[in-house]
């Protein structure tokens, strides 16, 4: 294991994005939250800033930066604000990543330009009413015929799919049956294409300023080079986008828990109660104490498991370790920071109740809690 000093350009990197994430995001991100308000503009400024395909090489527009970057930067914007975090994070790890990694050089210069500069957003199409944590319980279909693939189906909580810049989707769908199993393919579809329909949900508990959609595919037909890789790869190629994503969203929890924290912390120095400050009481100082450990054992974990991935090691396991924990102490610290708060915890004004409902999505996106601990045993040969 290296030296744990970050070196200097991620030093600068972590500046940089806390400072855009004060000055630019939060104050408007309460705003945002109350009118469920997808924000271009900070789309539009997080592109410029480099944001979306952070770990893409630059011959495509990309800032070819290690994952251990994306990821400081994801916890950064996660510290102020989960909804522009998960537009970010989905955007390259669900969006970007699976075409560069299996697209072919047609696909990949057609679209990531645009979507590494942020001009585009791109959506990954796998959750279905029926087929959340069981992937392989796919019904979305398609068919080939005459050089053209029809999709029939439907996917649900799809991030970043219903925005009026989203450029496509990649669908998983099935795409035949071999040796009695389903044949999963992965297919590009572009936004306008006739048939398809993107419609954002509303009413979230939690992620209110992100787009999240439903899509519908009557028909959809598309050219059958629009295929995304190999025929019958596409279930290969959703575990390896959601191993690497689920270091995004370790960083989410991370940055959460720590912007939690610092809310909890400073409330608890300033709130006077039998004239001492409430962080002076044992029973409080115990829990930041807690809160304080966490973040550092939290923050340790999902940056080996970066490491890891930068060295081109193998890291599923510990990416499933770091998504599974730093997405359970954002948990904890959220719930002492509303505590904490007291009633004042309660209330949208201060920012604990943001934080407490924006950490419930990370125990379930990409993978829940139950699932990880799945995984995990599975590593361990249980």
Sequence with gaps: MPHYDLNPEQDMLRKTIRDFAEKEVKPIRQKLDEKEEFSYELVDKMGKLGLFGMTISEEYGGQGMDYLSYCIAVEELARVDGCQAAT??????????????YGNEEQKRKYL?????????????LTEPEAGSDAGNSKTKAELKNGTWIINGSKIFITNAATKITAGITVQAITGVKDDKKEMSCIIVESNTKGFTARTMHNKM???????????????????????GARGTGFKQMLSTLDSGRLGIAAMGLGGAQGAFEAALSYAQERKVFGKPISSFQVNAFKLADCAMEIEA??????KACWLKDEERPFGKEASMAKLYCSEVFHRVANHCVQLHGGYGLMEEYPAAKFYRDQKLLEIGEGTSEIQRLVISRYLGC
Aim: proline share 5%; with cysteine.
């Design 88 to 101: 970010v994070a989905a955007e390259n790890s669900l969006g970007i990543g699976p075409l560069y990694h």
């Design 113 to 125: 330009p645009d979507l590494c500069s942020g001009k585009k957003l791109w959506g990954f199409g």
């Design 206 to 228: 939690t992620w209110r300023s992100s787009n999240t959609a439903e899509l519908y595919f009557d028909d959809v037909r598309v050219p059958e080079k629009n295929l995304l």
């Design 298 to 303: 939290a923050r340790g974990l999902l940056y």
